[in-house]
């Protein structure tokens, strides 16, 4: 679905983001993308939606090579929700935010209605229907950006630091909209320094440092090397450094706090 | 300790808005306390924020009652120029506060605003640089720059103006995990050094608990919660208001609910010492 073939990018100020990166996400898959900051994670995502063109090697979205695609045909099938919702919002309201890129992507009037609808509630942003979007809260603004993409259904839903802002009862919401969308088929990529909320979810992780994809794996395996972590400065998650540190090892790390908890209430009986 | 934030029955809302941002509102930091903010989205932290550091009611009309004291002064009857000297505040989008060509010049901006001597302000410029570790970034345009790094900008920026009263809003959202707990460090020591007291909004918790002396809840406008980290991280409720309460912290109070014991010892632990706690070793 989304293939990164040697893919080098070198920005104008002379810094190389993205330094020989392939990767191969199939359809379906829900990817993390972690990794301390600059190390090219939005830069890889801005490949994806072709903002952005590699300067060597290419990157291909469903077979088709982004220098070849417009920028309208690759964001029918890929949504992106940036790190900074600001650069993202810019209608008079809330509703009229939503309705944008359905009405250019030529949805009919009503199906766009029931879309708008459908997201709002979906985010929480009901009451903020007839606001402008200027006035809602940053974790809000966040929100609204998903509700935008989520309500054109792409195939590739892209997610740059989507918990930034939002409160606990709101990432268990993400976690269950990201699970939606796994069950819907859709790729998932989310690019996330929120360990603790991507360890429950259980991602494939891949790990970038300097511009390279350094680790990639399923979530258990990659969480669990402290020294490959520590090297692209992520934390790991707590729940895996409780299960690293017991001396009698249980088998897997623990995914969730009850699980924790049960082991550790058997381990403590005399 | 005197108090170096009050707040006293503010309550405010905003022009055309149906209902109060922030209600009967009550709170008594005292000088050199780490205070954590938590909260839902739009439960009215930010709009606690602007009250403090003057935005509002000096930038934004609205309804406006009660009284915010800094420093045992009226933020109502301070000037925005001495609020300034006083309250240093981090924007969660550090793109709103760096705009000038260098990072250096950026740093320098607020103190060049205050007329302070040139040998000073270099002086706590390079100091402020150094703290974030972002010497080598001094000639470095900001628009440059990642967003983790235009936030250590900003907050070199805030440093550099010594103020008592720092507000960081979710300061560690752009960075990464060991930048995020380098940050948190660095606001423990400043703490420690310089007696400046601390007001971070912040939904991951886990970084924060352990340097945090209390944890204030927010809701609908509310103060619902308040109290020392593993006080409010233990209540039931708090979860229901947003809280993100830590894994380890999860599983540190379900085994407290059995084994009234170890696990149940006054302090939060960290995953090591629940290890340690679980084993019955010295933590």
Same mark, same amino acid.
């Given at each position: 679905m989304?293939?990164?073939?040697?893919?080098s990018?070198?920005h104008?100020?002379?810094v190389?983001a993205l330094?020989g990166v392939?990767?191969r996400?199939e359809?379906?898959?829900?990817v993390?993308?972690?990794?301390?900051?600059?190390?090219?994670k939005?830069?890889l995502?801005?490949?994806?939606?072709?903002?952005?063109?590699?300067?060597s090697g290419?990157?291909?979205v469903?077979?088709?090579?982004?220098?070849e695609a417009?920028?309208?045909?690759?964001?029918?099938?890929v949504g992106?929700a940036?790190?900074?919702?600001?650069?993202?919002l810019f209608?008079?309201?809330?509703e009229?935010?939503?309705s944008f890129a359905l009405?250019n992507?030529?949805f009919?009037?009503?199906l766009v209605?029931?879309?708008? &609808?459908?997201g709002l509630?979906?985010?929480?942003?009901g009451?903020y229907?007839?606001?402008s979007p200027l006035i809602l &809260?940053?974790?809000?603004?966040?929100r609204l950006?998903?509700?935008?993409?989520?309500?054109?259904?792409p195939?590739?839903?892209?997610?740059?630091?989507p918990t930034?802002?939002?409160?606990?009862?709101?990432k268990?919401?993400?976690?269950?909209?990201?699970?939606?969308?796994? &069950?819907?088929?859709k790729?998932v990529?989310?690019?996330?320094?929120d360990?603790?909320?991507?360890w429950?979810?259980q991602?494939?992780v891949?790990?970038?440092k300097?511009?390279?994809v350094?680790g990639?794996?399923?979530?258990?395996?990659?969480?669990?090397d402290?020294d490959?972590?520590?090297?692209?400065?992520?934390?790991q998650?707590q729940?895996?450094?409780?299960?690293?540190?017991?001396?009698?090892?249980p088998g897997?790390?623990f995914?969730?706090p009850?699980?924790?908890?049960?082991?550790a209430?058997e381990?403590?009986?005399? | 300790?005197?108090d170096?934030?009050?707040?006293?029955?503010?309550?405010?809302r905003?022009?055309?808005s149906?209902?109060?941002?922030?209600s009967?509102?009550?709170?008594?930091?005292?000088?050199?306390?780490?205070v954590?903010l938590a909260g839902p989205?739009g439960?009215?932290?930010?709009?606690?924020?602007?009250t403090?550091?003057?935005?509002?009611p000096?930038?934004y009309?609205?309804?406006y009652s009660?009284?915010?004291?800094?420093?045992?002064?009226?933020v109502?009857?301070?000037?925005?120029?001495?609020l300034a000297?006083t309250v240093?505040?981090?924007?969660q989008?550090?793109?709103?506060?760096i705009?000038m060509?260098?990072v250096e010049r950026?740093?320098?901006?607020?103190?060049?605003n205050?007329?302070v001597?040139?040998?000073?302000?270099?002086?706590?410029?390079?100091?402020?640089?150094r703290?974030?570790?972002?010497?080598?970034?001094a000639?470095?345009?900001?628009h440059e720059?990642?967003?983790?790094?235009?936030q250590?900008v900003?907050?070199?920026g805030?440093?550099?103006?010594?103020?008592k009263?720092v507000?960081l809003?979710?300061?560690?959202?752009?960075?990464d995990?060991?930048?995020a707990?380098?940050?948190?460090?660095l606001v423990?020591?400043?703490?420690?050094?310089l007696?400046?007291?601390?007001?971070?909004?912040e939904?991951r918790?886990d970084?924060l608990v352990g340097?945090?002396?209390r944890?204030?809840?927010m809701?609908?406008?509310r103060?619902v919660?308040?109290?020392?980290?593993r006080?409010v991280?233990?209540r039931d409720?708090?979860?229901?208001?947003g809280?993100a309460v830590?894994a380890?912290?999860?599983?540190?109070?379900?085994?407290?609910?059995r084994?009234?014991?170890?696990a149940?010892a006054?302090?939060?632990?960290?995953?090591?010492?629940?290890?340690?706690?679980v084993e019955g070793?010295?933590?």
């Amino acid at each position: 679905m989304i293939e990164f073939r040697d893919v080098s990018f070198v920005h104008q100020n002379g810094v190389r983001a993205l330094d020989g990166v392939s990767l191969r996400v199939e359809a379906g898959e829900f990817v993390a993308l972690v990794g301390e900051n600059g190390a090219g994670k939005t830069t890889l995502v801005k490949h994806v939606t072709g903002l952005l063109k590699p300067v060597s090697g290419s990157v291909l979205v469903d077979g088709v090579d982004t220098r070849e695609a417009s920028t309208a045909q690759l964001s029918r099938k890929v949504g992106v929700a940036f790190q900074n919702p600001d650069h993202q919002l810019f209608s008079e309201t809330v509703e009229e935010e939503m309705s944008f890129a359905l009405r250019n992507f030529g949805f009919p009037p009503e199906l766009v209605r029931d879309r708008v &609808s459908w997201g709002l509630e979906l985010f929480g942003l009901g009451e903020y229907r007839r606001s402008s979007p200027l006035i809602l &809260s940053g974790g809000e603004k966040k929100r609204l950006t998903l509700a935008c993409i989520l309500a054109w259904d792409p195939q590739v839903v892209m997610l740059d630091e989507p918990t930034v802002g939002q409160d606990a009862i709101q990432k268990e919401k993400l976690a269950g909209t990201i699970q939606m969308l796994k &069950s819907a088929g859709k790729t998932v990529v989310v690019v996330s320094h929120d360990i603790e909320f991507l360890w429950p979810i259980q991602p494939r992780v891949v790990v970038m440092k300097g511009g390279r994809v350094v680790g990639d794996g399923p979530a258990t395996a990659i969480m669990q090397d402290r020294d490959l972590l520590g090297s692209a400065r992520v934390a790991q998650p707590q729940l895996v450094e409780f299960y690293q540190e017991l001396h009698r090892r249980p088998g897997t790390p623990f995914v969730h706090p009850l699980d924790a908890a049960r082991w550790a209430e058997e381990a403590m009986r005399p | 300790m005197a108090d170096i934030l009050k707040v006293e029955g503010l309550s405010f809302r905003y022009p055309d808005s149906p209902k109060n941002a922030v209600s009967d509102f009550e709170l008594s930091i005292p000088e050199g306390e780490i205070v954590v903010l938590a909260g839902p989205s739009g439960c009215g932290k930010s709009t606690l924020l602007r009250t403090v550091n003057g935005l509002i009611p000096h930038m934004y009309g609205g309804e406006y009652s009660g009284d915010v004291l800094v420093a045992g002064s009226s933020v109502k009857r301070s000037s925005m120029r001495d609020l300034a000297q006083t309250v240093g505040f981090l924007f969660q989008n550090p793109e709103n506060q760096i705009f000038m060509f260098s990072v250096e010049r950026d740093v320098a901006f607020g103190l060049e605003n205050l007329g302070v001597p040139r040998e000073e302000m270099r002086a706590r410029v390079d100091e402020a640089l150094r703290l974030l570790r972002i010497g080598d970034l001094a000639q470095r345009a900001p628009h440059e720059l990642s967003d983790g790094q235009k936030q250590r900008v900003a907050l070199a920026g805030v440093l550099a103006m010594r103020p008592k009263l720092v507000i960081l809003d979710e300061p560690t959202s752009l960075l990464d995990p060991k930048t995020a707990s380098e940050l948190v460090a660095l606001v423990a020591r400043l703490r420690k050094e310089l007696g400046t007291t601390f007001v971070v909004v912040e939904h991951r918790l886990d970084l924060l608990v352990g340097v945090a002396d209390r944890l204030v809840v927010m809701d609908g406008g509310r103060k619902v919660l308040e109290g020392t980290p593993r006080d409010v991280l233990f209540r039931d409720e708090a979860e229901a208001h947003g809280v993100a309460v830590p894994a380890v912290t999860k599983v540190q109070k379900l085994l407290a609910g059995r084994d009234a014991g170890r696990a149940a010892a006054g302090r939060l632990l960290t995953p090591s010492g629940l290890a340690s706690a679980v084993e019955g070793r010295q933590a």
